[in-house]
């Protein structure tokens, strides 16, 4: 199974770029969750990633009721394995968050495709069209 991840990873592997609260990630995740069917369909997981806490993303997942499960990437192991971190303005922190990507994994675990910067309204059905 290949994976679509967005990751904005402190707020599409899998995909989405979500923050709790966030309007651009609410904007991508009921894209996907409108297209989640089209995509499992042609043999793809979605998943939405987030440096947020358990908490946080629990609550913002079943504010908008997502078609496929937010994770939360406390540690940002996979910010950093995706190379996606951005620091912070003062320059504190090389990793305070993420960029808002979407990633497709292939069912091998190798990137096949990183989409930096993800469109959050039209990106979900381009890359839909794109597979």
């Not at 990873?9 to 969750?33: D, E, N, W």
Request: with cysteine.
């Amino acid at each position: 199974m290949l994976r679509v991840a967005t990751i904005s990873l402190c707020a599409g592997a899998r995909a989405m770029s979500l923050k709790a609260g966030a309007q651009v990630p609410k904007f991508a995740g009921q894209a996907f969750t409108a297209l989640c069917d089209q995509f499992k369909a042609k043999g793809y997981d979605l998943y939405g990633v987030s440096c947020d806490a358990v908490d946080a993303n629990k609550a913002f997942h079943e504010k908008f009721d997502f078609a496929f499960p937010l994770l939360s990437d406390v540690d940002k192991s996979m910010t950093k394995a995706f190379g996606v971190c951005k620091p912070a303005k003062d320059g504190s922190d090389p990793c305070d968050k993420s960029a808002r990507v979407t990633v497709v994994v292939g069912a091998d675990g190798t990137v096949v495709k990183c989409i930096d910067p993800f469109d959050a309204r039209e990106g979900p059905a381009a890359l839909l069209a794109e597979l």
